[in-house]
Every structure is written in structure tokens, then in C-alpha cells.
């Protein structure tokens, strides 16, 4: 079965991932059923300096859940870093800013 636009996001998401640093990385694959709670971001992962990241793939013109949006407040409110992103150029400025933001104030 080809993968969708969503799911090709994801796999581009943690490769990208993967040769900037990341460590820990679970995917929660919309092309494979997981048994991770509802609402659950697509990537999570550590940064290389510690922040715990949370990100949710979409496409076009879809939008976090209300669980998935609540999930995103609730790391983002408990000091990580959580986002929805729509390409790997997205993450990727994201990133720099979580690395950034958190070698700053070591």
C-alpha cells in the first residue's frame, strides 16, 4: 500500500530528525496501528540538550485534534517544546529555536 502525504511527512520527519541529533525517537506511524494514548504527537524525542520535543505531522489544510491540541498545551505547559509542522523545513526551524532557546538558558 503507498503511504499517505501524512505518513510520508512523518518518515521524512525522523530521518531529518535522526542526522540532527535526536535521540529516543518514537514514531506513532499513521500507516501502523500503536497503542499509544489518543492524542499522542506523531514524533516525540530528546534534543541533543535535553528538551523534550513532541510533533505532530499534518498536511494541507488538516488541524490537531482537540486530544492532539491537548496533548501539544500539556507538554508545552510542562516546560517541553510541542508543535504541529507540515514539512521538514518547518521542523527544522523549529528545532533550531528548541536549540537555541534551551542551550541559552543552560
Known amino acids: 500500500a503507498a503511504l499517505s502525504e501524512e505518513a510520508k511527512l ?10 540532527h541529533g535526536a535521540v529516543g525517537i ?5 500507516a501502523a496501528k500503536t497503542t499509544c494514548a489518543v492524542g499522542v504527537s ?3 524525542c530528546c534534543a541533543p540538550n535535553g528538551r523534550f520535543v513532541a510533533a505532530e505531522a499534518k498536511v ?3 488541524k490537531a485534534t482537540e486530544a492532539q491540541q491537548s496533548y501539544i498545551d500539556e507538554v508545552n505547559a510542562s516546560g517541553g517544546c510541542a508543535f504541529v509542522f507540515r514539512s521538514v523545513e518547518e ?3 523549529r528545532w533550531s529555536v528548541i536549540i537555541a532557546e534551551n542551550s541559552a538558558s543552560k
Not at 518514537?26 to 499513521?30: E, G
Open 91 to 93: 521542523l527544522s526551524a
Open 42 to 44: 506523531d514524533i516525540i
Open 10 to 19: 512523518q518518515r521524512d520527519a525522523v530521518a531529518w530528525l535522526r542526522l
Open 26 to 30: 518514537v514514531h506513532h506511524s499513521t
Open 60 to 62: 494541507a489544510k488538516r
